[in-house]
């Protein structure tokens, strides 16, 4: 839904329109759960939910949910051999949810555009199948909810349930009973994440931390660079960083609030600076934790980290020296090299080209 927002807004608040949104997926599916297409009265299609696949089948759907304001679940498959079939050529399965969009279905909808605008952390949860309430939101905050999805107790159980995928920034569904049981079936609620963007911290205000941050940028993340010494750490050797610090990295990095999703890239390979700062990082809930070095160097800042009092668990969340082998020699293939890494630790894959593999394409989808 965020691709679409401003749109879906404006939409709102001018008499309504129609989302689809892909709420799972299976196999080689080419959208994400939680990618939306909005459909406006006067014919305008925005967003996408398959690249192409079966935006033309999902736009006819959309209209007729304008028509009737009757939520719809679709379910496309692999296409057969009809070339005007509707179906994913990719061989992917994807499950869309279609609603209508107006004043009287989405009375939170203002607020939570404004929190999305904001970077505040927010999920909606909406029953997509059920007995009863379909098409039903739930707007959850950390410290608030609004809406209802029909009773009491369903609110409370899955605001518990969306509260804790909202922390991860998961987007995805849960199965409840017909009243909220946990472990029930008959009733599916898609819960969608928008989390504040990821946040990466670089230490070492160096030409491959540079190019690091031009990358990072590209996959979302909100960058700092942190390194003691004032002539290195500028603004102007880093114009795409979001902030440049000029602190010790360990002592700024005991200041900061660090969750799962937070990546931690030690450049600096200087056993003043990257000892300390390492052995704060293993202390925090960090998501992923490098250091650059040669292997000969790494060697050394283990002996130094365990002289510190780190422990060998502790030790073994160090992704040293840091990056995938793709024969990267440059800063900027460097960087990539680092991102992948960060990537596959995310995902899982084993870094393999896709070619020499089998299997689904995307890692834990079913075969």
Same mark, same amino acid.
């Given at each position: 839904?965020?691709?679409? &927002?401003?749109?879906?807004?404006?939409?709102?608040?001018?008499?309504g329109a129609?989302?689809?949104?892909v709420?799972?997926?299976?196999?080689s599916?080419?959208?994400?759960?939680?990618?939306?297409?909005?459909?406006t009265?006067?014919?305008?299609?925005?967003g996408s939910?398959?690249?192409g696949?079966?935006?033309?089948? /999902?736009?006819?759907?959309?209209?007729?949910?304008? *028509?009737?304001g009757?939520?719809?679940?679709?379910?496309y498959?692999?296409?057969n051999?009809?070339?005007?079939a509707?179906?994913l050529t990719?061989?992917?399965?994807?499950?869309?949810?279609?609603?209508?969009v107006?004043?009287?279905?989405?009375?939170?909808?203002?607020?939570?555009?404004?929190?999305i @605008?904001?970077?505040?952390?927010?999920?909606?949860?909406?029953?997509?199948?059920?007995?009863?309430?379909?098409?039903?939101?739930?707007?959850?905050?950390?410290?608030s909810?609004s809406?209802?999805l029909?009773?009491d107790r369903?609110?409370e159980?899955?605001?518990? @349930?969306?509260?804790?995928?909202?922390?991860?920034?998961?987007?995805?569904?849960i199965?409840?009973g017909p009243?909220g049981?946990?472990?029930?079936?008959?009733?599916?609620?898609?819960?969608?994440?928008?989390?504040?963007?990821?946040?990466m911290f670089?230490?070492?205000?160096?030409?491959f931390?540079?190019a690091?941050?031009?990358v990072a940028?590209?996959?979302?993340?909100?960058?700092?660079?942190?390194d003691?010494?004032?002539?290195?750490?500028?603004?102007?050797?880093?114009?795409?960083?979001?902030?440049?610090?000029?602190?010790?990295?360990? +002592?700024? /990095?005991?200041?900061?609030?660090?969750?799962?999703r937070?990546? &931690?890239?030690? /450049?600096?390979?200087?056993p003043?600076?990257?000892?300390?700062?390492?052995?704060? *990082?293993?202390?925090?809930? *960090?998501?992923? &934790?490098?250091?650059?070095?040669?292997?000969?160097t790494?060697?050394?800042?283990?002996?130094?980290?365990r002289?510190?009092?780190?422990?060998?668990?502790?030790? *073994?969340r160090i992704h040293s020296?840091?990056?995938?082998?793709?024969?990267?020699?440059?800063p900027?293939?460097?960087?990539?090299s680092?991102?992948?890494?960060?990537?596959?630790?995310r995902?899982?894959?084993?870094?393999?080209?896709l070619?020499?593999?089998?299997?689904?394409i995307?890692?834990?989808?079913? +075969?």
């Open positions: 839904m965020r691709e679409v &927002i401003t749109e879906l807004l404006a939409a709102h608040q001018s008499g129609a989302m689809a949104t709420v799972q997926t299976w196999r599916a080419p959208r994400p759960a939680g990618a939306s297409m909005l459909v009265p006067d014919g305008e299609a925005v939910v398959s690249g696949c079966v935006e033309g089948a /999902l736009f006819e759907v959309c209209n007729e949910v304008i *028509a009737d009757t939520p719809r679940f679709e379910h498959g692999v296409s051999d009809d070339a005007f509707v179906g990719c061989g992917g399965i994807l499950e869309v949810f279609v609603e209508p107006n004043q009287d279905t989405w009375p939170e909808l203002p607020e939570i555009a404004a929190r @605008d904001q970077g505040d952390p927010v999920c909606i949860a909406t029953i997509i199948k059920g007995p009863h309430f379909v098409g039903r939101h739930l707007v959850i905050q950390p410290d909810s809406g209802s029909g009773t369903l609110d159980t899955v605001r518990d @349930d969306a509260l804790g995928m909202l922390a991860a920034g998961l987007t995805g569904t199965e409840y009243e049981e946990r472990l029930g079936e008959g009733l599916t609620v898609f819960v969608a994440s928008f989390a504040p963007p990821a946040r670089v230490f070492g205000a160096i030409d931390s540079a690091l941050v031009r940028k590209l996959l979302g993340y909100v960058v700092t660079v942190c003691a010494r004032p002539f290195f750490a500028t603004a102007k050797r880093f114009p795409e960083a979001d902030q440049v610090v000029v602190d010790w990295p360990h +002592r700024w /990095l005991e200041q900061q609030e660090v969750d799962e937070t990546v &931690i890239a030690v /450049l600096t390979h200087d003043k600076f990257d000892v300390p700062a390492l052995k704060v *990082a293993l202390g925090t809930k *960090a998501g992923y &934790i490098g250091a650059m070095g040669s292997r000969r790494h060697e050394d800042r283990i002996t130094r980290l002289e510190a009092g780190v422990s060998d668990s502790e030790l *073994a020296p840091i990056g995938l082998d793709i024969g990267a020699r440059t900027e293939e460097t960087a990539i680092i991102c992948a890494e960060i990537v596959q630790h995902w899982g894959g084993g870094g393999q080209p070619a020499r593999t089998s299997g689904p995307h890692p834990g989808a079913p +075969r």
